[in-house]
C-alpha cells in the first residue's frame, strides 16, 4: 500500500504532512511520488489567499480518473477542509476524506473509515498539540521543525488562519525540550520551533524567552530559530537571549503587514508605525548584526496612496534582509472582506513598487558580505546544480563550489565572492 501527500503553504503545513505520513508509515503504507500508484492522496491546502485555494479544487479534478482504476483514497486536508467542511463534499463529490489541521492526530481512524464511507473530521481537537513527535516522518534533512503551540487568537481581520486553525493551544515545555533532544539524537543540527504566534507560547508563569532558554540548552542544538512572531508580544528578553546565546541564530521575521497607522487599525495589529520602528530598534540594539525580514500586505481594502507610502517609509527604515508581499486577497467571513477595495490595478502598481524597493535595498545587503568568511550548513546541492548549497547563521542561501565532497548536514566556512538578489555566492574557504 503506499501514500502520496502534496503540500501547500507554510511550514505549519509542511510539518502536518510529516506527521501524517508518520502514521501511514506506521499503518503499513510506503510512500511513493507516482499518483497512479498510490492507494491515498492526500492534499494538505493552504487558505491563506484565494489563489492556492482555488488551484487545490482544480487539481482534485485532475486527480478524479485515477479513481476509475484502482479503489484510491483521495483525501483535502488542512485549511481549505477545515474552511469548507461538508462543502468539499458538494464542490468534488467524489473526495472521500476531509480532515482539518487540528485533526492530524486522527488520521487513522478517519482514513479506516473513510474506506467504507465519506469520513469528515473539522472539529478543533485541543490534543492535536499532544502529537507523538516519533512519529513523524520528517522530509527536511537539515532541519528539525518543533511545534510548540498551535492556533491563533488574533483576529487580524483579513485573516482566515483562526477561522482554520482554532484557538491557541500551547504544548507542555518538557515535550519540547524531549522532542529537541530527539532531534538532535537523530543529527539535526538546526531546530526551528513552529507556532502561529510563536512567542504567544506560555506554561505557567514561563514564556517564550524560557521555552527559548530551554530549547537552546538542549546539548547539540548547534542552530535554533522560531517562527512566526507577532511584534506585540515579542518579548525583550528574547532579543537579550539572542544576542547571548552562540546557538540562537540572529534571524527574525517579524511580519509588519503595513506602515499607516491608519491601515494597521483596520487590519487590528495592535501596534502602530512608531512602536514598530521602536521594537525594531531595541532588537537592533541588543543584536546589531541580526537579519530582519517580515511580510507586507498591499492594497488593503481602502488603502490610499498616503497609506502605501507609510509602508514603503517602514521598508526603507528598517531595511529588510528578506521581504514577503502579498497582494491582499479577500478570505470568507473576515471583517476586512466586507471593507472598500482598492482595486486590482492600483495594488498591482504598488506591489511593483514595493519590490522594486526591496530589491534595491536587498541588493545592498547582501553585497555588503562580499569578502567575508561565513558558517553555511550544508543543504544539499545548489538550484542550478554543479554547486552545494546551504545557509548561514542569518539565513541567506549561499551557492558554493567544493574541490572536496561536502557531506549535507555539516558545518562549512564559505568565503563570499559574490552576490545576487537572493542568495550569495563562494568557495570553500
Ligand atoms: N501568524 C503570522 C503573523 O503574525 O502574521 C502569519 C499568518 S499568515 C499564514 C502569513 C502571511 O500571509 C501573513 O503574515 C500575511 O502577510 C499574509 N496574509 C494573510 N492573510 C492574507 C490575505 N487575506 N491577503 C493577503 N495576504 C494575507
Ligand atoms: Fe493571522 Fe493575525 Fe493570527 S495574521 S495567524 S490572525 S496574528
Known sequence: MKYLIKTW?????????????GLLQGMGYQPTEEEREA?????????????PENKVFTELGRLHPLKRHKPLILGLV????????????KRAPYVDLVMGPRGVRHLPELLAQARNQRAIDTQFHDDSILFPD????????????ITVMEGCNKRCTFCIVPTTRGREVCRPLEDIVKEAH?????????VELLGQNVNCWREGDRGFADLLAAVSDVAGVKRLRFTTSHPRH????AADLMA??????PYLHLPVQAGSDRVLKLMRRQYDKAWYLELVRRIRERIPHIAL?????????????EDFQHTLDVVRRVEYDTLFSFRYSPRPDTPAAAMEPVGDAVARERHQRLLDLQMEIQTRRFAAVEGRVVEVLVEGESKKGGQAMGRTRDNKVVNFAAERPVAVNTFVDVRITRSAVNSLVGELA
Not at 9 to 21: I, P, R, T, V
Open 9 to 21: 503553504g507554510c511550514q505549519m503545513n509542511a510539518l502536518d504532512s510529516d506527521k501524517m505520513a
Open 39 to 51: 492507494d491515498v492522496i492526500l492534499l494538505n491546502t493552504c487558505s491563506v489567499r484565494e489563489g
Open 78 to 89: 488542512g485549511c481549505v477542509a477545515q474552511q469548507e467542511k461538508e462543502q468539499v463534499f
Open 134 to 145: 516519533q512519529a513523524i516522518a520528517r522530509t527536511n534533512p537539515t532541519k528539525a521543525y
Open 182 to 190: 530527539r532531534a538532535v539524537n537523530a543529527g539535526y543540527a538546526e
Open 234 to 237: 515579542f518579548p525583550l528578553a
Open 244 to 249: 547571548e546565546r552562540e546557538n540562537i541564530c
Open 293 to 305: 525580514s517580515t511580510d507586507v500586505i498591499v492594497g488593503f481594502p481602502t488603502e490610499t496612496e
